[in-house]
T-cell receptor, first 115, second 114 residues
């Protein structure tokens, strides 16, 4: 049962344009969301996060939007750069239960930014 | 430079063999984790440890074992009971292991079966 879904396996955009990566979740207990970026043969690196008490968080070129009623979040990258080409993972953690740092990850979306 | 070091980068396992993946961190983090990545799937949690000499099973612990004798080290053994071990294995750490903390990942080990 995939509780965090990234339904687009890949996305291709032109340099300078906006990249929008989407993520849907099914577990209503999720209350904290993170985006990680991963280059081939490397570990993921943290990009940006958002708590369920917010609907937007911005960090430079990266903005994450959260729509709790739709159980949907998105990552916007503006402007996109060729160095942004990587796999992007959406991850979530749940309130309640054992409060350890367990994350549930989506399948990932491969972003390619063309010069 | 602080970070997480995984070794080896590539590992091959013969049928019926146990293999151990190394994970060392010098970030002074209390919590450490092992995740597995398969093509087209997200990362799945194998084991985690919030403190030395204590660890807990994650979602897919069968066929794996871990130890946490030192704060800096969290080795993962893939036993012969793991029938589908071919995957990319990622070790991670976080400061205290509480919800909402960022995870810091190593560069991974690709395990393949001969």
């Amino acid at each position: 049962d995939q509780q965090v879904k990234q339904n687009s396996p890949s996305l291709s955009v032109q340099e300078g344009r906006i990249s929008i990566l989407n993520c849907d979740y099914t577990n209503s207990m999720f209350d904290y969301f993170l985006w990680y970026k991963k280059y081939p043969a490397e570990g993921p690196t943290f990009l940006i996060s958002i708590s369920s008490i917010k609907d937007k968080n911005e960090d430079g070129r990266f903005t994450v939007f959260l729509n709790k009623s739709a159980k949907h979040l998105s990552l916007h990258i503006v402007p996109s750069q060729p160095g942004d080409s990587a796999v992007y993972f959406c991850a979530a953690s749940a309130k309640g239960g054992t409060s350890y740092g367990k994350l549930t990850f989506g399948q990932g979306t491969i972003l390619t930014v063309h010069p | 430079d602080g970070g997480i070091t995984q070794s080896p980068k590539y590992l091959f396992r013969k049928e019926g063999q146990n293999v151990t993946l190394s994970c060392e961190q010098n970030l002074n983090h209390d919590a450490m984790y092992w995740y597995r990545q398969d093509p087209g799937q997200g990362l799945r949690l194998i084991y985690y440890s919030q403190i030395v000499n204590d660890f807990q099973k994650g979602d897919i612990a069968e066929g794996y074992s871990v130890s946490r004798e030192k704060k800096e080290s969290f080795p993962l053994t893939v036993t012969s009971a793991q029938k589908n071990p071919t995957a990319f294995y990622l070790c991670a750490s976080s400061i205290n292991g509480v919800k909402g903390e960022k995870l810091f990942f190593g560069s991974g080990t690709q395990l393949s079966v001969l």
